[in-house]
């Protein structure tokens, strides 16, 4: 077992921690500003999940669709915010 393996293997664990409790923040938020960050951060930690996924395979794919999860998760949370403050996504 290599250095790096260990550190895959405590990065992933940390990771799914900070997964497991933003969900817990994603249902339990007492207000919706809290479910919003909480779901923002949700997805920087899938982003996370996927870049440690693509060092263990080794492979550049997945990489890509880190890159696309982090652009679907930054659209997602502006547009949820302008909603929130607005109540209108399209002026």
Not at 14 to 20: D, L, R
Not at 23 to 39: Q, T, Y
């Amino acid at each position: 077992m290599t250095l790096l393996t260990i550190a895959l293997d405590l990065g992933t664990a940390a990771v799914t921690v900070a997964v497991a409790l933003c969900a817990w923040r994603l249902l339990k938020g007492p207000e919706i500003s809290d479910r919003v960050l909480a779901l923002d951060t949700l997805y920087m930690n899938v982003v996370a999940l996927i870049i440690l996924l693509d060092i263990r395979w080794d492979t550049e794919l997945l990489f890509e669709a880190a890159l696309l999860v982090a652009m679907m998760g930054f659209v997602s949370t502006v547009a949820l915010a302008r909603y929130i403050t607005r109540g209108d996504v399209i002026e």
